[in-house]
């Protein structure tokens, strides 16, 4: 068994090599600028109230960044790789919220001065984090991630032609654009915190059932408490097929447990009830509640592609020979690995491992 301290390394060490992985991977594909990456003139002046309202909504979830940033901080500031990782994240954030703030102005249909009042009026109110326990806000920001991203491709359906929201046809490339830009950057993100969630699981691996568990049962979209008039948002974005509970359920929780080899909500709960103490190797049963329904072979897959994935990274540049970067296998984690697939050659517990998702 790992020791605690152990433990901690192994995974703090993990996500700052992930981190630096990330940042270079960002600075080369993604580094696009929210004023001078899109051709701001040709934007139409005649989108749907519907559609101008979306992006108003995007805009104000947007505009709580400031605050996303500094009371998560608070909390990992003592992790060199989640904090920094957190300022990167802030700063791609923040190239959002001028994003939708270009689309507002250029579209004629906002100004300056209006933008400026509705900035105080969101700014007036402040967003607090539903979990202080920064795991918990680890598996929070995957599902939030992904929401995000959904939501960003479905109003780029939108500027494609593709859907119409009130019969109106709002196509336009450059909206269409700024979507694509956007939804590239939360996927990325997507995936940073899945891999970190994975490696929660992996290291911690009953601290982790216990937060993904609690961000199922009660997840909300963030400062949905705090946006006015966020409720008739929130009806546009059902109305016109961008988002409601369908997609939440089928485009975000469903992908999100897949990725953990979870076939969804049920199994989840199911796995809950059954969370049962496990025999290792000696025939001796470990206490602890690990979740049957989720596929821990496949995390230990995913974390050792994660490792190999920073190890080839920082080879590239050297840094191997001042820190060679060893992947910390945690034998407690193989050993319910191993104990699920003698269950499934039995055929007591079958589990379907989910297509790769695809590589930010
Ligand atoms: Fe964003
Ligand atoms: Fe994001």
């Known amino acids: 068994m790992l020791s605690q ?7 703090e060490r993990s996500v700052a090599g992930f981190y630096r992985w990330y940042i270079a991977r960002s600075q080369e594909l993604r580094n696009w600028n929210a004023d001078l990456s899109l051709n701001w003139r040709e934007l139409r ?4 109230d519907s559609t101008m309202r979306i992006v108003e909504g ?3 979830v947007e505009q709580f960044i400031p605050d996303y940033v500094s009371k998560v901080l608070n909390v990992i500031r003592e992790s060199y790789g989640r904090s920094q990782f957190y300022i990167r994240w802030g700063s791609e954030e923040e190239r959002h919220a001028d994003l939708w703030r270009n689309v507002l102005l250029f579209s004629g249909r906002r100004s300056e001065k209006w933008l400026h ?4 009026r969101l700014r007036g109110q402040e967003w607090h984090l539903p979990w202080d326990e920064p795991f918990r806000m680890v598996f929070y920001t995957v ?3 992904r929401a995000t991203q959904v939501n960003y491709l479905n109003l780029g ?4 032609g593709e859907k119409q929201i009130d019969g109106a046809d709002d196509t336009d490339p450059v909206l269409g654009q700024a979507c694509r830009l956007i939804a590239i950057d939360e996927a990325a993100h997507y995936n940073f915190f899945l891999e970190l969630s994975r490696l929660i699981l992996y290291y911690f691996p009953e601290e982790g059932v216990a937060a993904m568990y609690d961000i199922v049962k009660h997840f909300m979209m963030p400062a949905h408490d705090i946006i006015p008039d966020y409720e008739e948002f929130t009806m546009i974005l059902h109305r016109a097929g961008v988002f409601g509970l369908r997609q939440h359920s089928r485009d975000v929780v469903q992908v999100v447990l897949s990725q953990f080899g979870i076939e969804g ?3 989840l709960e199911a796995g809950i009830r059954r969370s049962r103490d496990i025999p290792d190797f000696h025939g001796e049963f470990r206490s602890g509640a690990y979740l049957d329904s989720m596929d821990y072979g496949l995390v230990e897959k995913k974390v050792t592609q994660l490792h190999a994935r920073v190890t080839h990274f920082e080879e590239s540049f050297g840094r191997h020979e001042f820190d060679q970067f060893e992947f910390v296998e945690n034998p407690e984690l193989t050993e319910i690995a191993e104990y699920q697939r003698q269950q499934r050659e039995e055929h007591i517990a079958p589990i379907m491992e989910p297509e790769d998702e695809a590589a930010n």
Do not use: M, P
């Open 157 to 160: 359906l939108v500027a494609k």
């Open 45 to 48: 002046g005649d989108l749907s």
């Open 117 to 120: 009042e509705y900035n105080y």
């Open 5 to 11: 301290a152990e433990r901690w390394y192994a995974f």
């Open 58 to 60: 995007y805009y104000a």
């Open 143 to 145: 599902f939030q991630e």
């Open 265 to 267: 909500v049920k199994a």
